[in-house]
């Protein structure tokens, strides 16, 4: 927001009274400093717009962030909200007045901030399967139920392992710390980071394909290097790059 400080202007013809208001001007002068240090205040308590948060955030999440702030679920292939259509479509624990938009392809996302809640597909008698390829439309729904769960998940060092141990009063690395680390990012990260970068390609959306490139080196730098400190140095930054996308698209579907 810009302001713009109007000061009155004095004009004095006299030398006589220009001797004689000083006093007069030294009160013209204050009052006119007092009033821009109010407004100078006030442009500091302006509340910022969710647009102005989105614009201040560092590249590329300011990008990532307005285009998931302008994104909206599909209309197309909505299951109605009825419960002959819920029982059709075999939707099970799920009413159609729950806050849930259904589709036919077997995805549930969330009414309001779009984020992936459910997928339905089928399964082989040892229950693998994989779930149906999403609509372009649907992709960014998926990609924020990607990250949710990696931020409700956490990072393993909740599991109480720690970094070192002592050993004849020395500081050892402790292998089983690295360990769970590349498993973290082997059997679970990786994969979806790869599927995120797949589908930004797929939508030739350069800032996302970035951050997924970025963020899938942090963490192949992590699980190749023998050095503990630096393991956990690029794992970390890998972590930090997923929690600064959460709270991107927490922002822009707030």
Not at 178 to 201: C, F, P, Q, T, W
């Amino acid at each position: 927001m810009k302001f713009t400080y109007l000061i009155g202007t004095l004009t004095v013809t006299s030398a006589l009274l220009l001797a004689g208001c000083s006093t007069n001007e030294t009160t013209v002068k204050k009052e006119a400093t007092t009033d821009q240090a109010s407004n100078i205040e006030k442009e500091k308590n302006v509340e910022l717009t969710k647009e102005e948060k989105i614009a201040e955030l560092p590249s590329p999440y300011n990008e990532i962030g307005k285009h998931f702030a302008e994104w909206e679920l599909p209309k197309e292939g909505r299951i109605p909200k009825t419960k002959e259509a819920y029982e059709k479509y075999e939707i099970d624990g799920y009413e159609p007045y729950d806050k849930v938009v259904f589709y036919t392809n077997g995805y549930g996302f969330d009414e309001k901030m779009g984020i992936l809640s459910y997928a339905s597909y089928e399964t082989d008698e040892d229950g693998q399967g994989e779930p149906p390829e999403p609509t372009p439309d649907q992709r960014e729904g998926i990609i924020m139920g990607t990250v949710d769960e990696w931020v409700g998940d956490g990072d393993y060092v909740i599991d109480g392992v720690p970094m070192y141990y002592e050993e004849n009063g020395k500081k050892v690395p402790n292998k089983e710390f690295v360990e769970n680390l590349r498993l973290d990012v082997e059997d679970g990260k990786m994969s979806d980071l790869l599927k995120i970068r797949s589908y930004a390609e797929k939508d030739e959306f350069k800032p996302l394909e970035d951050w997924a490139n970025e963020t899938i080196n942090y963490f192949v730098d992590a699980t190749e290097s023998e050095d503990i400190e630096e393991v956990w140095a690029k794992y970390s930054k890998g972590q930090d790059n997923v929690e600064q996308l959460d709270k991107t698209i927490k922002l822009a579907r707030e």
